[in-house]
């Protein structure tokens, strides 16, 4: 019987201790969590991404639809280039490397359907919006960014051609570390929301294999 | 020959007359139309104005010649631009620019982009839409349609969707017509480029056509030069006119050192063999008639001339000045009061005029104008010295008396040394001996020479500007390149129709990585036969239903316009804010349309060439790849005409000395020619077309030594003038070889040692017996 009252103890206390080892970590997390961030540049700081992969939701609500455009993807980043893939409802792929865009396209060749990559010689920056929300690397030449709440930084384009295509660009983080959201106003209030949810802080040899242009 | 039975002062009275004449001439011309000076390095050669193709290219190099770049930067985008508002401000002041731009309005935003089509907008396919509608594809329709609606902060969909649903207009402007996207606009407007942590405002200078002319160059650039500064603050330029005022400042430097020692020298030299100060004056006046008589032959037969001309002008007074030599070693043992004082040595400078008159006049067959331009300056200039030598000298003996009772012991000592040199060489078989020499020479020649047809290496650039154009290149990243296509067509819309056939063509290119990528107006105007293809295509497409996932995604029911009468024509286009920024790619000259395709990133010029070249009505413009295979023709072309005036000589010679006399006094210089080559190619490791235009003065002045020699015989007064005239002209083309322009440096190297040798071999001529002349 007391060999089973000290195993009870035993057990208890050594739930005790997880218990308050989960506290503990709880106290850590809270430490670096958005919420402790009092200054736009510690969430532009938080925001920065060298290497990863995340999922992505996306939805278009455009002022003359009733229901919003969804899409879903994954982007990967690695050394400040983003890959960014949509896989539904229709698959395509776009890089951006060296602020150069390429997108996939698929060619018939005699051997089959071989899969290339076209430059995208574009006329809005998207290559500077789509950096910037997906690496976080906000490059105050291009953006005037201000503080908007603790979990939120808003950025205005500077550089006109974008200017006239987007009117704000939001970042915040979210309650949960790996969370990020972007919400995109254009010119026409149209608004463009994105979630992405970090899978992964490390990138396979693939993974980095995709980042190159045959 | 009347003139030889004329008094010194009826003499005298006729130079003055024709002097006056061609003085008045002079004086006409430049009132009436004064010759312009320019430093164009691209126009080489001579105008093809029967050429329809070369005229558009003309047209479209001009135009490329009159914008100059200007990058204004700093770490501080706001500081850049306040630098570059100051600098626009202060170069639109300036006299002879037509416009400074930093702001550009003309490039247009997606919705001017969108109103340059305001009306059209369903019958415009882009090559992959229409592809996806031609095979019938729903998926890749919708494929196409969903990228669109998906992309990240665009607007062309939320623009467009109202005017064409099918999302065929939003999917024909999802692109961009800058060739590269490194530069920005910035909130103000200005056009600026990030490099290594500056910010670059660009700025553009437009020019009128001229501003190539030395003089409007020089004026716009001092100009420029006088706009103050601002401290901290990088300015990098390059455009034509900088080229131009580099090229006329180190001409001119040039001109003034090359010719003013050079002219020293032969002054010095003069001075110690006729121990006069007349001499000096006479001859110093002689080289300025002589000069006077080049720029009147230029002002009659050309509006404009290269500066390289007025360096090459230089050469003038070494030949000029042999007429000189010539007539006072005569005169220094003639007495004054003799009635034609010049009559021994008379024919022999007629004939020594026409051998060289002849030889530069051959320069005219090629079409280069640089060459045209030496060749009338030279003849000109030669035939003004002649005309001073032969009518005004006799007066100025007459009163000036360049008699003397002994010559310099120099020339005769040389003569007896050079006498005895040639002896010890020469046996009793001469000819088979210069002929083995000019053989093995040619031998030599074909073996170690490289020859090099490169334009660029003509000219050498200071290397500030170097500096600064690929500092521009840097900065402003892929630029297209210079080569390009010209399309010709009798209407706008056969050459559209011609040149949407090329676009597979072109489109494969930049697949095998040829080209980087390519500007064509086709690829933005479609011709009306297309359009109707295209907007055929869209209604088919609707009524089979190719829309219905877009239109169950937008929750509305696609529509396509029928188009059967409007349709867009370049007249329209062109006007619109893009068409503006494509109007360059066009061109209408006399009554045919020219279209021009721009290239970008060239990986593989001669596999772009040879593609290119079985097009129909298009031409493949490699400006320096045409200039290069245009000039080894001219070489050769130049190597024939070396080869005609050879024989020509041959055949007056033996007229006039018999065939042997004939065949050395003629391979003389051209074995001097072969030797001198192989130097140049020794020294320079490629030589090029200048080297082979220095065998014509080789030439020319070799059969000069050749006729005073087979005239005279290996007299000491030959050895003298021979003497004077080699030093004189190694002078001038010795100084030419210092030169810093490679063209002229060559040109100046190969007579230098051509002359040197014709000098020591000519009296060769005196060793063979038979035939006229005298022989010692």
């Known amino acids: ?214 | 020959m009347m003139l030889t039975n004329l008094s010194s002062n009826k003499k005298l009275l006729i130079w003055c007359a024709q002097c006056l004449i061609f003085i008045f001439t002079l004086l006409f011309l430049l009132v009436t139309e004064p010759i312009k000076i320019n430093a164009n390095l691209t126009s080489l050669f001579t105008k093809q104005t029967d050429n329809s193709w070369y005229a558009a290219q003309q047209k479209i190099n001009a135009g490329a010649n009159t914008k100059q770049i200007y990058l204004i930067g700093h770490k501080e985008l706001l500081t850049a631009s306040q630098a570059a508002e100051a600098f626009i401000k202060q170069a639109n002041n300036i006299s002879g620019v037509d416009g400074v731009v930093g702001k550009l309005s003309i490039i247009p935003d997606q919705t001017t982009m969108i109103n340059s089509y305001q009306g059209f907008e369903h019958q415009l396919l882009s090559p992959e839409f229409r592809q996806s509608l031609v095979d019938n594809d729903k998926n890749r329709t919708f494929q196409l349609q969903f990228e669109l609606i998906n992309q990240i902060g665009d607007q062309l969909v939320a623009n467009t969707l109202q005017i064409n649903p099918t999302l065929s207009f939003a999917n024909y402007l999802n692109r961009s017509p800058f060739p590269q996207n490194k530069i920005v606009l910035s909130n103000d407007g200005y056009l600026t480029i990030s490099h290594e942590k500056l910010t670059y405002v660009l700025v553009t200078l437009n020019t009128p056509e001229g501003a190539l002319n030395v003089n409007v160059a020089k004026s716009i650039v001092a100009q420029l030069n006088e706009i103050k500064k601002q401290e901290g603050i990088e300015y990098i330029r390059t455009g034509g006119i900088f080229y131009s005022d580099d090229a006329s400042r180190t001409a001119q430097t040039e001109m003034q050192w090359l010719g003013g020692l050079s002219m020293l020298a032969t002054l010095l030299l003069i001075y110690l063999s006729y121990r006069r100060i007349s001499a000096v004056i006479t001859t110093l006046m002689l080289i300025s008639i002589s000069g006077l008589y080049g720029i009147i032959g230029l002002n009659i037969f050309f509006v404009e001339v290269n500066i390289l001309t007025m360096v090459f002008a230089v050469t003038l007074v070494g030949i000029a000045v042999d007429y000189s030599f010539h007539s006072f070693t005569e005169l220094q043992y003639v007495n004054p009061k003799k009635r034609s004082p010049l009559s021994t040595i008379r024919i022999s400078l007629l004939l020594s005029f026409t051998t060289t008159a002849l030889g530069y006049a051959l320069l005219v067959v090629v079409p280069i104008d640089l060459f045209k331009q030496i060749a009338v300056f030279t003849i000109f200039g030669l035939f003004g010295a002649l005309v001073t030598v032969l009518l005004l000298y006799p007066a100025l003996h007459h009163k000036l008396d360049f008699s003397r009772t002994k010559s310099p012991v120099l020339y005769k000592q040389c003569n007896l040394l050079h006498k005895r040199l040639l002896d010890r060489l020469m046996g009793k078989s001469v000819i088979p001996l210069v002929v083995c020499c000019v053989f093995a020479g040619f031998i030599a020649d074909m073996l170690f020479i490289d020859f090099s047809d490169n334009p660029k290496t003509f000219y050498q650039v200071s290397s500030a500007l170097k500096e600064n154009e690929t500092q521009v290149k840097k900065v402003l990243g892929q630029k297209f390149d210079n080569q390009y296509l010209l399309i010709k067509g009798q209407t706008p819309q056969a050459l559209l129709e011609q040149e949407e056939l090329l676009l597979p063509t072109l489109n494969q290119l930049i697949d095998d990585n040829v080209v980087g990528s390519y500007q064509a107006i086709s690829n933005w105007l479609p011709s009306i036969k297309q359009q109707k293809m295209n907007n055929s295509l869209l209604v088919n497409a609707n009524k089979n239903g190719q829309f219905s996932q877009l239109s169950a995604l937008l929750g509305t029911q696609v529509t396509v316009k029928q188009v059967t009468d409007d349709f867009l024509t370049p007249d329209i286009w062109l006007t619109s804010p893009l068409g503006k920024m494509f109007k360059h790619l066009w061109l209408e000259d006399e009554g045919t349309v020219y279209s021009v395709i721009r290239f970008s990133g060239i990986n593989d010029v001669t596999t772009l060439s040879n593609r290119l070249a079985s097009l129909e009505q298009s031409v493949f413009v490699d400006t320096l790849a045409d200039a290069e295979r245009d000039l080894s023709r001219f070489r050769q072309v130049m190597l024939i005409v070396f080869a005609i005036a050879f024989v020509a000589a041959f055949f007056v010679f033996t007229i006039r000395y018999g065939w042997k006399k004939a065949l050395v006094g003629v391979l003389v210089p051209v074995m001097a020619f072969s030797i001198a080559m192989l130097v140049s190619g020794l020294i320079q490791t490629t030589v090029n077309l200048f080297n082979v235009a220095a065998g014509l003065v080789i030439l020319a002045l070799g059969l000069d030594y050749s006729v005073f020699y087979a005239e005279h015989g290996f007299a000491e007064s030959i050895t003298q003038t021979t003497l004077m005239s080699a030093c004189s002209s190694i002078f001038v083309f010795a100084m030419l070889g210092f030169s810093s322009t490679p063209a002229v440096a060559s040109f100046g190297q190969t007579v230098f040692v051509g002359i040197v040798i014709t000098f020591l071999c000519s009296p060769i001529i005196t060793y063979i017996s038979e035939g006229k002349g005298r022989n010692d």
Request: include cysteine; glycine fraction near 2%; proline fraction near 2%.
């Open chain 1, 1 to 214: 019987m007391n060999r089973f009252l000290i195993a009870l103890i035993t057990i208890y206390f050594s739930c005790l201790s997880n218990v308050f080892a989960q506290d503990v970590a709880v106290v850590d997390t809270e430490q670096v969590k958005p919420s402790s961030v009092q200054n736009k540049t510690k969430v532009i700081d938080a925001f920065k991404t060298e290497q990863g992969i995340a999922s992505f939701t996306q939805e278009k609500h455009f002022s003359f639809l009733s229901t919003p455009i969804k899409s879903t993807g994954v982007i990967k980043i690695n050394q400040g280039n983003v890959l960014w893939q949509v896989n539904t409802p229709v698959f395509s792929k776009l890089l951006i490397i060296d602020n150069q865009v390429w997108q996939q396209a698929q060619i018939k060749t005699q051997y089959g359907i071989d899969e290339i990559y076209n430059k995208v010689a574009t006329h809005a920056s998207i290559e500077t919006l789509i950096n910037t929300i997906f690496t976080g690397n906000i490059d105050e030449e291009q953006w005037d960014a201000s503080y908007k709440n603790e979990h939120c930084v808003a950025l205005k384009p500077k550089d006109t051609v974008l200017s006239k295509a987007i009117l704000t660009l939001e970042l915040c983080l979210d309650e949960i570390a790996t969370i990020r959201h972007v919400e995109i106003t254009d010119a026409q209030k149209n608004i463009t929301k994105i979630q992405l949810t970090q899978t992964s802080t490390t990138l396979s040899e693939n993974d980095v294999n995709e980042f190159i242009i045959q």
